[in-house]
């Protein structure tokens, strides 16, 4: 079955520091993964796609398929960057169907 | 150009009675889907709609439903409310099926409590 693993709940990191949120993922056929973010008081919103291998604020994320791993990193971390990170899944295939991680929270402290 | 609009944003409802939930997606997106985000489960997928139909489903019981209208507005419903469906229902929308690759945008949500 398909299944999303953020391990940490909570990421405490100091201003300037690296960042790097864990996720790995379990699914059978070829993997399409996400990360969104939800800052305070916000609408969730998406930050990054594997697919098009971007970068978005500072923040990369490569799909290790051997590892089965979408980690999320950035070099140096910004008090603004403080926010839930999900990683998400899609397995619908045509179709839209995520599946969430539990979340970590980043708290980049000053 | 406006984003997901939900309503209400807020909802406070007695056990055993229904609820209807409205979400307008981006004006030419045309797969909404909704989303129940609770602290203990986290987001779980309820489903998605496209062109009016049910294209994928999640594992909710059947007293969760929805439709979607021509307009690409969709209603999602939950009769015989219980405690434990007291959470935040999020809708997302897509341009078409086959664009999860491209991402969702989210509403904002519908704060569901019930008492």
């Known amino acids: 079955a398909q299944r999303v693993t953020q391990p940490e709940k909570l990421l405490s990191v100091f201003k300037g520091a690296p960042v790097e949120l864990k996720c790995n993922y379990s699914?059978?056929?070829?993997?399409?993964l996400f990360w969104y973010v939800q800052y305070s008081r916000q609408r969730l919103q998406l930050l990054l796609r594997?697919?098009s291998r971007e970068s978005i604020k500072g923040f990369t994320a490569d799909l290790n398929k051997g590892e089965t791993s979408f980690h999320l990193k950035k070099p140096f971390a910004q008090e603004e960057d403080s926010a839930m990170y999900y990683c998400?899944?899609?397995?619908?295939?045509?179709?839209?169907?995520?599946?969430f991680g539990t979340g970590t929270l980043l708290a980049v402290q000053p | 150009k406006a984003g997901v609009t939900q309503t209400p944003r807020y909802l406070i409802k007695t056990r055993g009675q229904q609820v209807t939930l409205s979400c307008s997606p981006i004006?030419?997106?045309?797969?909404v889907s909704w989303y129940q985000q609770t602290p203990g489960q986290g987001l779980q997928f309820l489903f998605e709609?496209?062109?009016?139909?049910?294209?994928n489903k999640g594992n909710f019981p059947g007293r969760f439903s929805g439709r979607q209208f021509s307009n690409s507005r969709s209603e999602m419903n939950v009769s015989t409310l219980e405690l434990g469906d007291s959470a935040l229902y999020l809708c997302?929308?897509?341009?078409?099926?086959?664009?999860?690759?491209?991402?969702?945008?989210f509403g904002s949500g519908t704060r569901l409590t019930v008492v």
């Open positions: 594997h697919i």
């Open positions: 709609y496209f062109s009016e139909t049910q294209r």
């Open positions: 699914y059978s056929g070829s993997p399409e």
């Open positions: 997302a929308s897509s341009t078409n099926p086959g664009q999860g690759a491209q991402g969702y945008t």
């Open positions: 998400a899944l899609n397995y619908g295939g045509a179709t839209n169907k995520l599946i």
């Open positions: 004006s030419g997106h045309r797969s």
